[in-house]
DNA sequence: TATGAATGAGGGTTCATTCAT
DNA sequence: AATGAATGAACCCTCATTCAT
């Protein structure tokens, strides 16, 4: 019963949620208006500070939920025996899938998380930093396995690998390129990751 | 007599839009307020209205010098005799440098100019799309001259080496890193050319 | 049967009765919200509507509520044959006790019904007629009786002894002292009383 | 010139204060509204955002003239050799002449300012206090020169002086009555003096 | 050129009240 | 009786833009 009325009340903040990404994206943050995402939902103005306490807060859940999942997938790669290129392809692919799933949450990650020092709080720097740093560990430990050359250091290519996928992903984003199905997901993360890998392969001849 | 008039207009208009980068650059374009900017600049802030027609316009004046800065740079290394590596690397050399000269600039070309799709129009689109074909352009010459891999398009490796200086960028203007002097520049340009030319290059053995 | 349905109807009107006397002390009429009310009183605030119609019929109730005691006293002291002393002793006694009992009601009243023009109906306004005429009827008595000086209009004299009895009990709420017990309340209301007393009486020697 | 425009504004903004003055007493604080004092004023919204920084603050300047008025009278009369009759009667007539200027000031003193709990901050107790203490001295004067009872608290006899004094006033003001000129405001003061001092004084025989 | 007073549309937020369950 | 989701009018405040001087 009790599960029942949380249900409902999820499943409605769901939907106050995906408005709020599909306004979002289309008018961006600032000009987006809470009147919008509340037609968007089919729903009336009030209704939606009953489920967030404001517009910012409304953003904040939406970042949180970007970055809570990310670092889930990240959590679950450190504790992985995986390949580090398997590794780099759940990434890449993790990316793609979301794009693919949400182009709306991606196009937000881009234009209005990733990038506008205006949003950007300190607390949101450190998810950053985090989520660098995780990626890096993953560069790091290709270089310690002879996967990866040595003679630049782990933090530059990981640069260079989260570049050329946000360049890719980005590029999409801005184009409002669609992704059709599974086979080309996986045949855009194959080029990604191969482009890197080759790049960044360990040079050495035995 | 013409001329002095004419070069105080262009005096003050540059204060302005000096002052309009500064004011952009820490609060973002929708927060940054008319009022800021003139008060930044030290005048009225109806004198802004002078020089800019609003506040849209003083923002494609902006984007506007930034891109003909890029494409004026594109053209002259499009006729240029100039090594493939040598024209990348002024590629690399100018960014640097305007975030040198000017990190409020390239902190708004970032954060605004290059993934705020509400900032995005039609004709600011091909902007992007022409600085791209340029980039390619340059990437194709190295592959049709042996330099560059050809196991790969052209346009992804575009997208590596645009998606790797881009993150090397980002990452200075968000943790607000200063470059000291030249040398400091020519270092870090180095590194992102040497990095992408091994990661592309052809490995073919004569 | 009924009676008890009646009972326990009876106890929840209270309880919200009280609970909105502490959000309104606290927060004024106009800040108090139903939510706050309601949270108070442990119920949902969907439920204060079945026991008053409106917030204003709420305040509405409140009032009377005041008034309605009050009249209670006065009623009583007009049929009294008590002293005129003892008479405006029991006034006296009549407020500190009610801010003894209840600061909450006494702090509404200072603030909310005795000042506000705002919540000041004709209705309203004709209760503090009313009560002053009450008042003014006991000190005429006094001033017939030779218990007081009849130099002054009776009018006046009752805006002296309802200004000074105000001022305490304004003081009092305004600190938001505590009384500790009868003993003081007596003492209080003695020293109030001996005061006007004082200064009205009669002061014709025989 | 410079004076001129300061003049102007000046003038300006006193014409908003008196138009916040009328709409608050008709209205109240709570709900006065700004687009009805800038109705009122005659001019646009946003201007009264121009001379204002906000309703508080509107309210602030309101208070503060009050304040700054009436310790403009005390601060005066605490270098006076005047007889302590006289100093009070200054008080009243101080009340008196302000409710004759501006009513809507004492209507907002009474309702507003005096006794809305909602309204006081710690800073607005202090001037409570301090004018308390103000008129508290005036009395412990008049003891000690031989003119008031020295058996009641300095403290009792200022509550009955202020709370006489409120009463008038807050009668007035509620039923709304005008003063019609200087000898009918004589009158009435004097009334309230005699009452008081008559109370008051010292009934030793030499 | 230069100033800043003046305008008013726009949008975030609050909260009394209703109503389906 | 009881809950709290749902509604939407109301109101404060911001700020781009205009305009008289």
Redesign the pocket.
């Known amino acids: 019963m009790k599960r029942d009325?949380d249900a409902v009340?999820k499943v409605?903040e769901g939907a106050i949620f995906d408005a709020a990404l599909r306004v979002i994206k289309q008018r961006g943050f600032h000009?987006?208006?809470?009147?919008d995402i509340a037609r968007e939902a089919g729903?009336?103005?009030?209704?939606v500070?009953?489920y967030f306490?404001?517009?910012?807060d409304l953003f904040d859940v939406i970042a949180n939920r970007w970055w809570a999942d990310l670092f889930g997938l990240m959590a679950e790669l450190k504790d992985s025996d995986a390949h580090v290129h398997q590794k780099l392809g759940r990434v890449i692919f993790y990316f793609l899938d979301t794009y693919h799933r949400s182009p709306e949450l991606m196009n937000i990650f881009i234009t209005e998380i990733s990038r506008s020092s205006t949003n950007l709080t300190s607390a949101r720097l450190e998810d950053f930093k985090g989520f660098m740093a995780e990626t890096e560990r993953i560069i790091t430990e290709g270089q310690e396995k002879g996967v990866f050359r040595t003679d630049f250091k782990a933090r530059y290519l990981t640069y260079i690998f989260l570049g050329s996928l946000e360049a890719f992903v980005s590029t999409m984003v801005l184009a409002d390129q669609k992704i059709k199905g599974d086979p080309q997901k996986r045949r855009i993360a194959e080029s990604i990751l191969e482009v890197f890998v080759n790049g960044a392969r360990n040079q050495q001849r035995s």
Do not use: D, P, Q, V
């Open positions: 009325l009340k409605k000009k987006a208006r809470m009147s729903i009336s103005y009030g209704l500070y009953h306490a404001n517009k910012e």
